[in-house]
């Protein structure tokens, strides 16, 4: 059964940088979506970036420029690389995956990580 398991959250001040991890383990095909949702504190929560099968990927307008989401396939781990963090950015991140192949519609993830918390400081 495909795992999931999240690491690289802390605390930084706006305008820091993190990279947080995802390992994925159990893996029987390749065929499917992954990517990186968020909670925000009080709300709920929300895609963040996702990559499809063909490594095409997506990513929410307000982190565009910001976060980019990568996948080493070797290492089988999912990975996004956060600059210029915002207090905004602030929330639990998790690493999840879709049955889907080349669209990645987020009601479609199924399968979620435990999950790493980013707090940003003004």
């Known amino acids: 059964q495909l795992q999931l398991m999240e690491s690289g959250g802390g605390s930084v001040q706006a305008g820091g940088s993190l990279r947080l991890s995802c390992a994925v383990s159990?893996?029987?095909?390749?065929?499917?979506?992954i990517g990186w949702f968020r909670q925000p504190p009080g709300k709920e929560r929300e895609v963040v970036a996702t990559i499809n099968t063909y490594g095409s990927t997506t990513d929410k307008d307000s982190v565009q420029g910001r976060f980019t989401i990568s996948q080493d396939n070797v290492k089988n781990t999912l990975s996004l690389q956060m600059n210029s963090l915002k207090p905004e950015d602030t929330g639990m991140y998790y690493c999840a995956a879709s049955a889907m192949i080349r669209t990645c519609p987020s009601t479609t993830f199924g399968l979620w990580g435990q999950g790493t918390q980013v707090t940003v400081s003004s």
């Open positions: 159990g893996l029987t095909s390749r065929r499917y979506c």
